[in-house]
């Protein structure tokens, strides 16, 4: 059986800019309206329930706290150099210099801020970070750039 949390329609939607390095078109500054979905396959619980999706829309809402209205840089990308000081942070990328206040950045541990790699990083949180019961199989996480351009990763876990 498949619970899924479309957060489109439950209001889980973040604002950020990112760019990604090298890119034709992207490399350049630019933001998103991201819309976060989620996906459980398995089976239900003696509760009648494969999982409360108050506890998962929670854990949700934390990555939107977390990443809204924020700059997203890939801490792990051998193209962006970063350095924090001063409350600044500053980026090198493929010639171009960025300054940031610090309070507006978010260092991602992933290697380029795309729609996928975010997705990835977002179901490996989620599945670590979260009592999942052992009726779930699997745990996905889609993050939509726009409708209809969705990136899912799937996490099993049995």
Known sequence: MILEIDGGY???????????????KCSRLHGHSYIMRLRLEGEVG???MIMDF???????????????????????????GIVTA?????????GKRYVFPEED???LDVPATT?????????????????????????SVGLDEERGQTAWFTKVLR
Request: with cysteine; net charge negative.
């Open 10 to 24: 439950s209001g889980l939607r973040f604002s950020s800019c990112h760019f990604i390095p090298r890119h034709e």
């Open 46 to 48: 003696a509760d009648g």
């Open 54 to 80: 108050v506890i998962l829309k929670r854990k949700l809402r934390e990555f939107i706290e977390q990443l809204d209205h924020m700059v997203l840089l890939p801490g792990r990308s051998p193209d962006v």
């Open 86 to 94: 001063d409350g600044s942070v500053e980026v090198s990328v493929c």
């Open 105 to 107: 950045v978010v260092i």
């Open 115 to 139: 729609a996928e790699e975010m997705a990835r990083m977002m179901t490996e949180t989620m599945a670590a970070g979260t009592d999942i019961p052992e009726n779930v199989d699997s745990i």
